[in-house]
């Protein structure tokens, strides 16, 4: 027999959500970095990729603490206005945290943060809806670096392929983009299967924090996402350090 809709199971306990735990270890952590680190740096960054940033992170784990999302939440930590503010003068990098940007706090000093930055960059793959920086064509041929088993999925990308004599072969020469083409899923999938690495990661530092209770603005670029209206981003939180 079916079971009766009225026999319910009622639990009468209330538990916290995983949700407002996360939001609150990230407060404290926040409080606890503006507390030990010398400097806090906000910053963006171009054709995200978490695999270079997490790099980053590790190479700077001795002296350094990476923090990427919950704006809201971070700033709240830091304070938003003079009278609520956790140290001097950081309610104004509070105030930055809009868009899609990230918080670093570091005991490296501030020129040697600024120029590592402006020199540092990565090779990746190219997203859908990326600008093609340059043209990119294949020539006619054996492509003899892919399994044979691969040749249907090719032909599926639109690229004129054909087995012979087992070995995938490209009937005839082929353009995958043109500079100045918006990159389609079919041509960013191609692209990556042929190691083609065009677009470029970097970091981009937008202001900077001194324990010491000074705040400096280093860029007048917005970062991604942000308006005037913007408090953050609702999406999940990363702790990068």
């Not at 999302?69 to 503010?85: C, Q, T």
């Not at 920086?133 to 041929?141: K, N, R, S």
Request: charged share 30%; hydrophobic share 35%.
């Amino acid at each position: 027999m079916p079971k009766s809709k009225r026999n319910k199971v009622v639990a009468l306990t209330k538990t916290r959500s995983k949700g407002f735990e996360l939001k609150k270890k990230l407060h404290d952590e926040i409080k606890t970095c503006a507390d030990d680190y010398a400097y806090a740096f906000v910053f963006s960054v171009e054709n995200m990729r978490n695999n270079i940033l997490k790099e980053l992170r590790s190479n700077w784990k001795q002296h350094s603490r990476f923090f990427f999302g919950k704006n809201k939440v971070m700033a709240s930590a830091m304070g938003k206005s003079p009278s609520d503010e956790h140290q001097p003068e950081l309610h104004r990098l509070a105030r930055k945290l809009r868009g899609n940007v990230g918080l670093l706090f570091t005991n490296k000093e501030r020129d040697e943060v600024v120029s590592f930055f402006q020199t540092f960059s990565g090779r990746s793959e190219a997203k859908p809806g990326f600008v093609a920086t340059e043209t990119v064509e294949l020539c006619e041929g054996p492509l003899d670096q892919f399994s044979h088993s691969m040749e249907p999925q090719f032909r599926q990308l639109g690229l004129p392929t054909a087995l012979k004599k087992g070995v995938i072969t490209l009937l005839s020469e082929y353009t995958i983009c043109k500079k100045g083409d918006t990159l389609t899923p079919e041509q960013g999938r191609i692209l990556k299967l042929f190691g083609h690495q065009m677009a470029m990661f970097k970091v981009n530092l937008l202001c900077v924090w001194a324990s010491s209770g000074t705040f400096e603005q280093l860029s007048d670029a917005v970062a991604e996402g942000a308006d005037d209206d913007a408090d953050g981003d609702d999406e999940e939180d990363e702790d990068m350090g």
